[in-house]
Structures are given as structure tokens and as C-alpha cells.
């Protein structure tokens, strides 16, 4: 049954009357995403072109409790922009975007005695969890659809391609004890290697100007 909803609901954006017409100027979004609190201004510059620059926005302080225990303390960032161009193969709300995005999920904290994998490891850490690279290519596919005067509703389901890197500095190491360190960094950089593409979802309403 769900998945009847799922390809009714499709095949309306898809197969429904083209709504081009109902589509033009500029437009304002609020919206809320995985990425973060949204407002994404727009320009429809033909009936199957537009363009949108989102900026995500958000973040918290507090403290996170891992798996073997260790009590991180600090700060996390959604901070990002995305410059996207969509292309609307049937001249209605359906559309297919690609762009680059800058900035994106981003953490610093510090962390005292760190226990990994049994080991202690003494002192203070600052541990900081980014990008590799600052710009990310981006794609995705959603809708946007009048819903009657100006009022504009939207969805996008997609990806940022790109991969993370765990950096911690600190502590009061024997060179020993520093290199058996450095080799669990090390191996928390290969799993966090092996996540290619950070998927995101988002919904929103805009007006039309």
C-alpha cells in the first residue's frame, strides 16, 4: 500500500498537466532539511530552467556520550550554501538539479582521558570532525508545486558527494603511546572514507514574487 501512495504521488508530479506557466519570477523558501534550517531564494529563467542558492543554517552546544564511554564536549555547525541549477524535463514541477555546495556539517570538541578500543589515553583532546574539501558537487530531484495564489510547496531528495576527516590533537603522550594513537585516528579515517556521499532530504514552502 505504500508503495502504490509512492508512485501515485510520483507519477502526479511526473504525468501531470505542465505547470510552467504557474512557475515564473522570483521566489522565497523557508524550509527544513537534514541539512540544517533553510531559506532558498529562486529564479525560473525559462519554463525547464531555474536556479536556486539555499543557505542552510543551525547547530548545537552540548556534550555527546560515545560508545566506550568518552564524554565529548562542544560544538556542532550546519553552516553551509548551495548553488544549484534545476532543469525540468517535463515543463512542470518536477526537476532534476546539480550544483556545488560550500561549508557543510562540521564539529569541534574536547574530550579528556579517551578510552579507544581499552586504551587510555592521557590528557586533553581537541578533536575536530570536517570535510576534506570545503566545495562539494551536489545532486538531486524534487518537485516544486503551486498550491494556489503565490503559495509554492516543495521537496528534494539528494546527495553532497564528498567524505569526512577526523583531526584530534593534544594530550601527554609517550612517542609510544602517540603512535598507538595516531593509528586509531588513522582507522577512524579509513571507516569515516568509506562514507562517499552525505544524503539529505528537504521540504519547504516559498512564496512567489
Not at 523558501?29 to 536556479?51: A, C, D, H, Q
Not at 574530550?111 to 570535510?131: E, W
Request: proline share 5%; glycine share 12%.
Amino acid at each position: 500500500m505504500v508503495f502504490r501512495s509512492i508512485a501515485i504521488a510520483l507519477g502526479f508530479f511526473l504525468c501531470a498537466p505542465a505547470q510552467a506557466q504557474s512557475l515564473v519570477g522570483t521566489s522565497v523558501e523557508l524550509g527544513l532539511s537534514s541539512l540544517g534550517l533553510s531559506v532558498v531564494p529562486s529564479y525560473i529563467v525559462s519554463p525547464t530552467l531555474s536556479v536556486r542558492a539555499p543557505v542552510y543554517f543551525g547547530g548545537r552546544d552540548g556534550s555527546y556520550t560515545d560508545d566506550d564511554g568518552n564524554i565529548l564536549t562542544g560544538k556542532a555547525d550546519l553552516t553551509s550554501a548551495i548553488v544549484l541549477a534545476d532543469y525540468r524535463p517535463f515543463e512542470n514541477g518536477f526537476r532534476v538539479s546539480g550544483g556545488l555546495a560550500l561549508g557543510g556539517y562540521r564539529a569541534n570538541a574536547t574530550v579528556t582521558n579517551p578510552t579507544i578500543d581499552g586504551t587510555t589515553y592521557s590528557g586533553t583532546f581537541d578533536v575536530r570532525l570536517a570535510q576534506k574539501n570545503d566545495i562539494q558537487p551536489v545532486f538531486s530531484m524534487g518537485f516544486a508545486y503551486p498550491m494556489g495564489g503565490k503559495i509554492l510547496l516543495s521537496g528534494d531528495v539528494g546527495a553532497k558527494i564528498g567524505t569526512y576527516r577526523l583531526v584530534a590533537e593534544g594530550g601527554s603522550l609517550t612517542p609510544v603511546e602517540q603512535a598507538g594513537f595516531d593509528n586509531e585516528i588513522a582507522r577512524m579515517n579509513n571507516d569515516l572514507s568509506q562514507l562517499k556521499a552525505t544524503p539529505f532530504l528537504s521540504v519547504g514552502i516559498g512564496f512567489q514574487f
